[in-house]
């Protein structure tokens, strides 16, 4: 028990630092205006742009992530392997 805790808290501390410093740039993945925020439920199988300040919280600690982080133009893309995630934009966000 205490190790999928912390199992956990290190996936979420690794998506959060993977996540900084991210570029902004456009999104095909966007639902929707996201100046304001949007909250964004990922279920397996789905696939997203990581923006700058985005934040991904795993809905279980069963939930599998894949990052692909692309060199050549700085952008990175998180797709949901196993389980779901809720991806925070904008002022839904924690910073």
């Not at 410093?21 to 990581?50: H, L, P, R, W």
């Not at 050549?72 to 966000?93: E, F, H, Q």
């Amino acid at each position: 028990m205490i190790s999928k805790k912390i199992q956990t808290l290190t996936l979420v501390t690794l998506l959060v630092t993977l996540f900084t410093g991210c570029g902004e740039e456009s999104n095909k993945y966007v639902f929707g205006d996201t100046s304001t925020g949007a909250a964004i439920t990922m279920n397996t199988g789905d696939t997203s742009q990581v923006l700058e300040g985005d934040v991904l919280e795993p809905n279980s600690a069963s939930t599998r992530i894949e990052v692909e982080h692309i060199i050549d133009d700085g952008t990175k893309y998180v797709t949901i392997l196993s389980g779901s995630a809720t991806l925070l934009r904008g002022s839904y966000a924690i910073k």
